[in-house]
C-alpha cells in the first residue's frame, strides 16, 4: 500500500466549477500535512498546510481527518488558472529532520 | 533574493555513466532535501541534510550519495546510471530542515540513454 494515495485524475471542470480532491495516508505517526501544486514541468509548490480544524485560504478550503487518516482539498470557483496537479504532501519526520512524502498527484483541468 | 538554484537544468547520459547535480539553497538555509520525480508519479524522498551531516536517508540504492558544503550548497551523485534514473530532480532547502515548509528548486531533468 502507498503511504499517501489520491485519485490521480484528470478531472475536467468547468470554469466556476466546484471540485475536491481526497487523499488517504497510512502512517499514523504523520506530524504535518499539506497540499502543494505543481505546474507542468516546474517545480511543487506550497499551497497551504492543512490542521485538523479545517483552515480556508481564499477560494481553497482543506481538512485533515486524523482518525480517518484522510486529507481534503475543496476548490471553489475554479478559475482557469488553477488548472494544474495537486499534491498531497505528508511529513513523517525522520532523525530530527523532515521527510515528505507525496501522493502521485491528482491532475485538474479547469476549462471555459 | 534568490531562491534554490540548481545546476544543471538539463542533462543526457549514457547507461553506466555518473552524474554529479548541484543545488544552492536560499540564502541562510542550512538544511537540503533532493527528492526524484518519476513522469507521472509525485516527488520521492532521497536524502535531507542539515549542517553537513545527513539527517534522511530514503529507499534508494547505495549508487546514490550526496554531501553538503561548509557553505550548505549540496551535490547529489549516482553512479552507475541506469534507464529508470530518467527523472526530475529537486533540491528542497529550508532553515533547519524542521519546518513545515520547504522551497523547491526548479530541477535538473536527467535523461538516461
Known amino acids: 500500500r502507498k503511504e499517501v494515495e489520491q485519485d490521480p485524475g484528470p478531472f475536467n471542470v468547468p470554469e466556476g466549477a466546484t471540485v475536491a480532491f481526497n487523499c488517504t495516508y497510512s502512517?499514523?505517526?504523520?506530524?504535518?500535512f499539506f497540499w502543494y501544486r505543481q505546474d507542468c514541468r516546474k517545480e511543487p509548490k506550497l499551497l497551504m498546510s492543512?490542521?485538523?480544524s479545517g483552515n480556508e485560504d481564499g477560494r481553497f478550503t482543506a481538512q485533515l481527518n486524523r482518525a480517518s487518516q484522510y486529507i481534503s482539498l475543496l476548490i471553489r470557483d475554479s478559475k482557469l488558472s488553477d488548472s494544474a496537479t495537486y499534491l498531497c504532501?505528508?511529513?513523517?519526520?525522520?532523525?530530527?529532520?523532515?521527510?515528505?512524502?507525496f501522493g502521485t498527484g491528482t491532475q485538474l483541468k479547469v476549462e471555459l | 533574493d534568490a531562491g534554490v538554484t540548481q545546476s544543471p537544468t538539463h542533462l543526457i547520459k549514457t547507461r553506466g555513466q555518473h552524474v554529479t547535480l548541484r543545488c544552492s539553497p536560499i540564502?541562510?538555509?542550512?538544511?537540503v532535501s533532493w527528492y526524484q520525480q518519476v513522469l507521472g508519479q509525485g516527488p520521492q524522498f532521497i536524502f535531507q541534510?542539515?549542517?553537513?551531516?545527513?539527517?534522511g536517508r530514503g529507499n534508494f540504492p547505495d549508487r546514490f550519495s550526496a554531501r553538503q558544503f561548509p557553505n550548505y550548497s549540496s551535490e547529489l551523485n549516482v553512479n552507475a546510471l541506469l534507464l529508470g534514473d530518467s527523472a526530475l530532480y529537486l533540491c528542497?532547502?529550508?532553515?533547519?530542515?524542521?519546518?513545515?515548509?520547504?522551497?523547491f528548486g526548479q530541477g535538473t531533468r536527467l535523461t538516461v540513454v
Open positions: 528542497a532547502s529550508s532553515w533547519t530542515g524542521t519546518e513545515t515548509e520547504a522551497f
Open positions: 502512517n499514523s505517526a504523520s506530524q504535518s
Open positions: 492543512v490542521y485538523s
Open positions: 504532501v505528508v511529513n513523517i519526520g525522520t532523525g530530527g529532520g523532515n521527510k515528505l512524502t
Open positions: 540564502s541562510g538555509h542550512k538544511s
Open positions: 541534510y542539515y549542517e553537513k551531516e545527513e539527517r
